[in-house]
Nanobody, 126 residues
Framework: QVQLVESGGGLVQAGGSLRLSCAAS????????MGWFRQAPGKEREFVAA????????RYADSVKGRFTISRDNAKNTVYLQMNSLKFEDTAVYYC???????????????????WGQGTQVTVSS
């Protein structure tokens, strides 16, 4: 049984920073790409960032490029999302997800991921 548990969300002022973590268990974490997605109130869930199993391939949504950094520590089975220069529009529930195939491919598409965490709330006050 694969489990993904996010943490690190909270309330922050615009311009501030937060670091999200996602701890994985139940799968050979180091073989799978991981992604971060978010869902704002009244909106569809959207792609934020993805990282390949060896961290050689990384992709960001245009809206977070230059402000957010995705990384992973395979020894700790954990993926991170460092969020800097936060904006009000970054307010959302943030989810981590694990790719459904062990490969070097990463995707923005939600259908590529088969396990999801429960989400962690990030609220940015303006």
């Amino acid at each position: 049984q694969v489990q993904l548990v996010e943490s690190g969300g909270g309330l922050v002022q615009a311009g501030g920073s937060l670091r999200l973590s996602c701890a994985a268990s139940g799968r050979t974490f180091s073989s799978y790409a991981m992604g971060w997605f978010r869902q704002a109130p009244g909106k569809e869930r959207e792609f934020v960032a993805a990282i390949s199993w060896g961290s050689s391939n990384i992709r960001y949504a245009d809206s977070v490029k230059g402000r957010f950094t995705i990384s992973r520590d395979n020894a700790k089975n954990t993926v991170y999302l460092q969020m800097n220069s936060l904006k009000f529009e970054d307010t959302a529930v943030y989810y981590c997800a694990c790719a459904r195939e062990a490969s070097g491919y990463i995707s923005r598409e939600q259908r590529w991921y088969d396990y999801w965490g429960q989400g962690t709330q990030v609220t940015v006050s303006s």
